[in-house]
C-alpha cells in the first residue's frame, strides 16, 4: 500500500512514518499473508464476514486484510460485523462511527447474549464457554444472511498457544484452535489470519494508530482464569528464554506422529523392521526417522 496522500486506505491515514512502526507494519502484513497462503483461504469472488470486538486482535485483522485486499492479493470482499452483546456500558457508537470513517463495508447486530450468560452461568464460574458459544451462534447466522463463506476471527499466536497449553493441561490431548475449519453444518468456513502473528505486535500496531480500543468487560472482568494462568506461565518462560513462544509454535507446524502416543494417527502395528523408512515416510513426511 503506498502511503502518499492520494494513495492510502483510511484506516492508515495517521500511521507513523518511524522505520520501527513500518517494519512492525510489514511483519504484520507478511506474516498474515503467510497464514491465508499456507492454510489455503482464498477462494476468489468469496465474501467473509470480519468479526470486530473493537479490541487490539481485530483491529489489527482488520486493517491487515484490508491493506492484503487494497494490494490487489485478496481477491474477495469483506464485511466487517460487530455483535453488540448488551454488556453494560459498552460504548455503542464508536464502532458504528469509526466503520464509517473509515468507509469500511459493516453491519453492527444487536443480541443480548449478555443477560443469557449471566442468569445461565453459577456464580464463581467462568464466562466464557457460553459467552463465544452464543457469540457464534449468531455471527454464524450473519454470515448466511449476508452470503459469506467464512467467518474471520482475530486469534492471534498466543492465542493459539495458551489454548494448545489448556488442553494439555485441562483437557488432555493436544489441540488448539485451528487456522482453517469448517464449522458443524459443513456451510461455513471458519478462519484465523492471524495465526502467525504475535499478540504484542497486535498492541503496538493498534496503539501506534491510536484505534478506539474497546475492553471486554464481561470476561476479562473475572480474575484467576485458566487462560491467564497460562499466560503467566508463557510469559515467564519468555523472560527466561526469549523466543520461547515461536519455538512452542514452531512445534505446534511440526508435528511428528510416528513420535507420539496415538495410534490412531500412526499405525504402530503395522510397523515392521523391513519397512521403517518406507512406512516412516508416509507419515512424517521424512525419509528417515529420528
Known amino acids: 500500500m503506498l502511503d502518499d496522500a492520494d494513495d492510502i486506505h483510511p484506516l492508515f491515514a495517521g500511521a507513523p512514518r518511524t522505520t520501527e512502526f513500518r517494519k512492525l507494519?510489514?511483519?504484520?502484513?507478511?506474516?498474515?499473508?503467510?497464514?491465508?497462503?499456507?492454510?489455503?483461504?482464498?477462494?476468489?469472488?468469496?465474501?467473509?464476514?470480519?468479526?470486530?470486538?473493537?479490541?487490539?486482535?481485530?483491529?489489527?485483522?482488520?486493517?491487515?486484510?484490508?491493506?492484503?485486499?487494497?494490494?490487489?492479493?485478496l481477491p474477495v470482499d469483506i464485511l466487517a460485523c460487530n455483535l453488540d452483546q448488551g454488556q453494560p456500558g459498552f460504548p455503542a457508537t464508536v464502532l458504528p462511527e469509526f466503520l464509517q470513517k473509515m468507509g469500511v463495508p459493516h453491519r453492527i447486530e444487536y443480541q443480548d447474549t449478555y443477560s443469557i450468560v449471566m442468569d445461565k452461568v453459577p456464580q464463581g464460574r467462568t464466562y466464557c464457554a457460553l459467552c463465544s458459544r452464543l457469540r457464534r451462534g449468531n455471527l454464524y447466522r450473519i454470515a448466511r444472511e449476508e452470503g459469506c463463506s467464512a467467518v474471520v476471527l482475530g486469534h492471534h499466536r498466543d492465542d493459539i498457544l495458551e489454548t494448545f497449553f489448556l488442553n494439555l493441561f485441562h483437557g488432555g490431548k493436544l489441540a488448539t484452535m485451528p487456522p482453517k475449519l469448517v464449522n458443524d453444518e459443513g456451510d461455513l468456513f471458519v478462519y484465523r489470519p492471524l495465526a502467525h502473528v504475535a499478540e504484542a505486535d497486535c498492541d503496538r500496531f493498534v496503539r501506534a494508530l491510536d484505534y478506539p480500543i474497546i475492553p471486554c468487560d464481561l470476561c476479562g472482568s473475572q480474575d484467576g482464569l485458566q487462560r491467564q494462568q497460562i499466560k503467566g506461565l508463557l510469559d515467564q518462560w519468555e523472560t527466561n528464554a526469549p523466543g520461547r513462544r515461536q519455538k512452542i509454535f514452531s512445534a505446534l507446524m511440526n508435528a511428528r506422529p510416528s513420535h507420539l502416543l496415538d495410534p490412531g494417527l500412526f499405525d504402530f502395528t503395522g510397523l515392521s523392521r523391513g519397512n521403517l523408512s518406507e512406512f516412516a515416510a508416509n507419515y512424517t513426511g521424512k525419509h528417515e526417522p529420528d
Open 25 to 73: 507494519r510489514k511483519r504484520i502484513i507478511r506474516e498474515t499473508r503467510e497464514a491465508i497462503d499456507r492454510y489455503g483461504m482464498i477462494e476468489r469472488g468469496a465474501r467473509w464476514l470480519v468479526c470486530l470486538s473493537g479490541g487490539k486482535d481485530s483491529y489489527t485483522l482488520l486493517a491487515a486484510l484490508t491493506e492484503l485486499q487494497w494490494r490487489g492479493v
